[in-house]
């Protein structure tokens, strides 16, 4: 059974630049969640969609957004990149909502440098 | 609101001993409280997960045990071995059905 996927895996970008990050689930899973990892900061919830609609909002500017496609992939964007989004960029997928019945499987992430 | 504080942030202990990292939470309605290890360089991954109508869980050598009055939960490693040296993150399920994760805890076991 495939893990859950994350491309690119690495990404370097400009300040001001915009970036779309890939993530698709676990087969069967309708459920994608996205956290942005800094250090310090641990895992900071960005969104979770659930069946193409958005469930969840974490406490990010409108520059961070998402979708999610009729096959459970969801993609995220990041527009007019700062500095300070460099981060590892991690997607979870789960069977239901907030990981309630059998927890989150992550991806390995998307490193994001911007510079 | 919706929190989830972790302590310690570092944690040193020697081979053997028993390693505990604490949290508490804001929600009082959250009811789901999973455990993360992430390795250095790898993905965080599930090793333990508790509900909020059971007050204590164990899987050999790691438990997980709730508070609920007090909004707390705990996971208690005994028998620590170098292969336990890894950041671990609590997490809680809140009532708008996010799982919100604490800040983390590097542990070293030192051999």
């Known amino acids: 059974k495939a893990g859950v996927t994350q491309t690119p895996r690495y990404l370097i970008k400009t300040r001001g630049q915009q970036v779309t990050l890939s993530c698709s689930p676990i087969s069967g899973h309708r459920s994608v969640s996205w956290y942005q990892q800094t250090p310090g900061q641990g895992l900071q919830f960005l969104f979770e969609y659930f069946s193409e609609t958005q469930r969840n909002k974490g406490n990010f500017p409108g520059r961070f957004s998402g979708r999610q496609f009729s096959n459970s992939r969801s993609e995220m964007n990041v527009s007019t990149l700062e500095l300070g989004d460099s981060a590892l960029y991690l997607c979870?997928?789960?069977?239901?909502?907030?990981?309630?019945?059998?927890?989150?499987?992550f991806g390995s992430g998307t490193r994001l440098t911007v510079v | 609101g919706e929190n989830v504080e972790q302590h310690p942030s570092t944690l040193s202990v020697q081979e053997g001993d028993s390693a505990v990292i604490k949290c508490t939470y804001s929600?009082?309605?959250?009811?789901?409280f999973p455990w993360y290890k992430q390795e250095l360089g790898k993905r965080p991954q599930l090793i333990i997960d508790?509900?909020?109508?059971?007050g204590e869980k164990k899987d050999q050598r790691i438990a997980v045990t709730l508070n609920k009055t007090a909004k707390h939960f705990s996971l208690h490693i005994t028998e620590t071995q170098p292969e336990d040296s890894a950041v671990y993150f609590c997490a809680a399920r809140v009532n708008t059905d996010k799982l919100i994760f604490g800040t983390g805890t590097r542990l070293q076991v030192f051999p």
């Open positions: 508790i509900r909020s109508n059971v």
């Open positions: 929600d009082s309605a959250s009811n789901y």
């Open positions: 979870a997928s789960s069977l239901g909502t907030g990981g309630i019945n059998y927890g989150y499987t």
